[in-house]
Nanobody, 135 residues
């Protein structure tokens, strides 16, 4: 089972930027689809971005399109979420996750699961990193 660890969360002012990192160990991130989620206490977790395992379209939730960018550095076995023009409503705990290796097939190797907000509960998850945006 691959282990994921997020970092980069912080307190930032509205309009500011942060880059979250998701470092993988025990597996090769290039072989996995990777997603970023966020959760606010008392609210449902939501998927906000996804990068497929190989070729294919990335996915962004409408509320972050044009502001957030997902990327991956295979040499560092690390995924990133660049967040620009942050807003107070972006305040949440952010998690990275991959459906692999538990889930396979085109649905999970691509970002179809993300577009369906179908969280891979049996996948690999990080512990989360707090992002707080002040107004």
């Amino acid at each position: 089972q691959v282990q994921l660890e997020e970092s980069g969360g912080a307190l930032v002012q509205s309009g500011g930027s942060l880059r979250l990192s998701c470092a993988a160990s025990g597996g090769t991130l290039a072989d996995y689809a990777i997603g970023w989620f966020r959760q606010v206490p008392g609210k449902a977790r939501e998927v906000i971005s996804c990068m497929p395992r190989r070729d294919g379209n990335t996915y962004y939730k409408d509320s972050v399109k044009g502001r957030f960018t997902i990327s991956r550095d295979n040499a560092k076995n690390t995924a990133y979420l660049q967040m620009n023009n942050l807003k107070p409503e972006d305040t949440a705990v952010y998690y990275c996750a991959t459906p692999q290796p538990f889930y396979t097939g085109s649905y999970y190797w691509g970002c179809y699961w993300a577009a369906a907000d179908d969280a891979p509960e049996q996948g690999s998850w990080g512990q989360g990193t707090q992002v707080t945006v002040s107004s």
